[in-house]
């Protein structure tokens, strides 16, 4: 079956046309844990009780664990929904289930029943399977990938998704955030989950004891939506692209990156780069920064003219190399 994003599951589960059998992978066991949960949401709050299952495999590194672990899911899978059109069974950890650490007849006969089981599931049931990344090269994530909806978590489509993703791991934390300053994060990172989660234990850090995280408490911690990669600005000097990089410079320093922080940066970029790229230029770039260092230690004008100045020495000196190929 076609893989799915966790928004089109959701999508699924509030229209209520669920597949039989989903595999939920990835390393983001949050996330994973919030989609799993949502599948509740297709029995009524009332009868969870009755035809909701959760499951915990715990170690089933003894083929007569595994088979026992197996033969309770084959019977909460096979059981009929109670005054309610369907049932759904959670198996959690499922990883130490589908590729088990030791091999044993026990276990193998369990995973032949597993097999029969996800070859034809039955109708009344919606069975979902949170794990860790498998190897594809198993003979059971073959079969899963020919008969379940496989679900990567840890990848975000839109802004939409990056908003659920921030509420989720704030409500994780014990903590509750403002509508408008998840909205607010989510603008400003976008759908890119390093940078939340980064932004976000700064966030939490920031706020500790707080109850709540405002919109004020954003502003505060997070940079601007357009600053998406820390070394933009050195990618754009070493392309000799001025302007590109002067834009860069502008998204750190108003993010609230230190001067010599930037220093920092470029400094590596002309010792590591500049000998290769441009080493016509590299004494009048080492030359550059030292200047720049000394003026910026007795405040001998702006940071950030200073910073300016030398993106633009050594973006003219890139250039300089690239015109002399030719």
């Known amino acids: 079956m076609p893989a799915a994003t966790p928004s089109a599951v959701r999508q699924q589960i509030a229209s209520g046309t669920p597949d039989p059998v989903y595999l939920i992978l990835g390393e983001d066991d949050v996330e994973k844990a919030a989609l799993a949960h949502q599948f509740e949401e297709l029995v009524e709050d009332g ?33 009929l929904p109670m ?5 759904v069974v959670v198996v959690f950890q ?73 509420k989720t791991r704030v409500s994780a934390a014990g903590v509750a955030i403002e509508p408008a300053a998840a909205r607010l994060l989510a603008e400003r990172c976008g759908p890119d989950v390093k940078r939340l989660r980064n932004d976000i234990d700064r966030l939490l850090l920031y706020t500790l004891g707080q109850a709540l995280v405002t919109v004020a408490d954003v502003r505060d911690i997070a940079g601007p939506a357009a600053l998406q990669d820390d070394w933009a600005m050195a990618n754009a000097i070493e392309a000799g692209d001025a302007r590109g990089a002067l834009r860069q410079l502008a998204l750190m320093l108003d993010a609230g990156a230190a001067a010599q922080q930037i220093l920092g940066q470029l400094g590596w970029l002309v010792r590591t780069k500049f000998p ?3 080493p016509a230029s590299l004494r009048s770039a080492v030359d550059a920064l030292f200047r720049t260092d000394v003026d910026l230690k007795r405040s001998a004008g702006e940071p950030r003219i200073l910073l300016e100045r030398l993106v633009v020495e050594l973006c003219t000196g890139k250039r300089a190399r690239s015109t002399a190929r030719w």
């Open 47 to 79: 009868l969870r009780a009755f035809n909701v299952e959760t499951i915990h495999p715990g170690d089933v590194a003894a083929g007569d664990r595994l088979a026992a672990v197996v033969d309770s899911l084959l019977d909460a899978v096979m059981t």
């Open 83 to 87: 005054m309610a059109p369907r049932r």
């Open 94 to 166: 499922a990883k130490d289930l589908l590729v088990p650490k030791r091999e044993s007849t026990a276990g193998t006969k369990a995973l032949e029943r597993l097999e029969a089981l996800l070859e034809k599931p039955p109708a009344q049931t919606t069975l979902v399977l949170v794990s860790a990344t498998l190897d594809k090269r198993t003979r059971l994530y073959k079969l899963l990938a020919r008969q379940a909806t496989i679900v990567e978590c840890g990848a975000l489509a839109d802004q939409a998704d990056a908003e659920r993703w921030i």
């Open 276 to 278: 290769n790229v441009a």
